[in-house]
């Protein structure tokens, strides 16, 4: 009993009734086109098969006119805002180009051919509901000496049943709509939303979104992480040591403004591609720029030893993110464990780049909270690449190793 009565009292039934009613507006006119082609064509429909022959003409007609009109990129924008608004259907985001497409214009003529045919026909229905009801209680009160005289004492059992028809008329229209709303709801996210490849397409777009972000938020960790953690090192040593050592606080100062330079020119290249704006972008650095990265390293207290081969033949990405890798390890080393030792190893062994960073365990630096994006950072740019990357305890050491697969530029541009 609650489900029949439920539509009776719910917003949002008569809200999608107001659905269904535009929909008859917009039939009106093809109703009259169809009253104006039963003129033009005179005495036709006299025999069956011309009522047949007549009734297809006219669904034809209607289809391809209701199709025609729904060709229009607008009629689609103005569709997804009815059916959102109205039938109260949440739509999945699209993109310009997906409504411009003939995928989305023939799923939005199939949409506009169910609105004005089916609920349309459902709001001539409900427009035609009242004058009915009232006829029906018309011949219950008005005719009563007629159905006396015709049926005798059983009249007023005939009058009641009229009664209670148009009582019930009225409630099982707004309960029809209800289901036909209903029925559109559940229809409008396939008609009106994205299409299986639009949505392949979007999620696509975001990847590469996410992937450029992530890939900014690598360079900005690695670039200004390192100037700061040396700068801040370098600043604290040459604040305790500025009466006793005024020599080493100089050179202190200056390594802090050698570095700030560094870190200023990593964050243009950064801006420039978030602004997609080439003349503001520096070069990048590789690794034939570890001699100042290790330069660095020893101004802020740390002793780098460092067994460098040969990196002239490897390919300029593979170079580009091996120098980030190195960078982050040594910013770790000097964050964690302080000033410590620190032994580099980096060279081209058979077909892939070979790095390997260890360090002593110090206690210096406690670790953070919500530490560790630039291992995982660094964890993201070999797997981007293809290799494998470790890091951890290694007895009473800590240990990073990259193997990075060296293979020809182009092979990597492709992957």
């Not at 005798?152 to 029809?176: D, E, K």
Request: aromatic share 4%; charged share 20%.
């Amino acid at each position: 009993m609650k489900s029949l009565v439920r539509p009776l009292v719910s917003v949002t039934t008569y809200r999608r009734w107001t659905f269904l009613l535009g929909g008859t507006a917009i039939l009106v006119p093809y109703l009259l086109i169809y009253v104006a082609l039963l003129q033009i064509m005179g005495s036709a429909g006299r025999l069956p098969a011309d009522q047949v022959l007549q009734s297809l003409v006219m669904l034809l007609a209607y289809v391809a006119v209701s199709s025609a009109v729904a060709f229009i990129p607008a009629v689609r924008i103005l569709s997804r805002t009815a059916a959102e608004t109205l039938l109260g259907v949440r739509l999945p985001a699209e993109t310009a180009e997906g409504m411009r497409s003939w995928r989305s214009r023939r799923r939005t003529a199939a949409w506009w051919v169910l609105h004005i045919g089916v609920g349309g026909g459902t709001g001539l229905a409900a427009v035609f509901a009242l004058p009915f009801a009232l006829v029906l209680l018309q011949k219950a009160f008005g005719g009563e000496n007629a159905l006396r005289e015709l049926f005798g004492g059983s009249s007023a059992l005939l009058t009641a049943a009229y009664v209670l028809l148009a009582l019930v008329v009225l409630p099982l229209v707004v309960c029809l709509g209800a289901g036909v709303g209903a029925l559109l709801a559940r229809l409008a996210p396939a008609l009106l939303g994205p299409s299986p490849a639009d949505r392949l397409m979007q999620l696509e777009r975001q990847a590469e979104q996410l992937i450029e972000r992530n890939r900014l938020a690598r360079e900005l960790h690695d670039s200004i992480g390192h100037a700061l953690t040396v700068t801040t090192l370098q600043a604290g040593a040459a604040a305790r040591l500025l009466d006793a050592d005024p020599e080493f606080a100089r050179r202190a100062l200056s390594a802090i403004e050698e570095t700030g330079r560094t870190a200023l020119e990593d964050l243009d290249h950064v801006l420039g591609l978030l602004r997609e704006d080439p003349s503001a972008r520096t070069p990048q650095r590789t690794l034939a720029d570890v001699t100042g990265l290790f330069e660095q390293t020893r101004s802020a207290g740390a002793e780098v030893r460092a067994e460098v081969g040969p990196t002239d033949g490897i390919p300029a990405v593979v170079s580009r993110e091996a120098y980030r890798i190195l960078q982050e390890a040594l910013t770790n080393v000097l964050r964690h464990a302080g000033k410590v030792p620190v032994d580099v190893r980096l060279g081209v062994c058979a077909d892939r780049l070979e790095l390997e960073v260890t360090n002593p365990v110090g206690s210096v630096a406690a670790p953070r909270a919500g530490g560790g994006s630039g291992l995982r950072g660094v964890r993201e740019r070999v797997a981007l690449l293809g290799g494998r990357s470790s890091a951890g305890l290694d007895g009473s050491r800590w240990r990073v190793h990259v193997a990075i697969p060296v293979v020809p530029t182009l092979e990597l541009e492709r992957r």
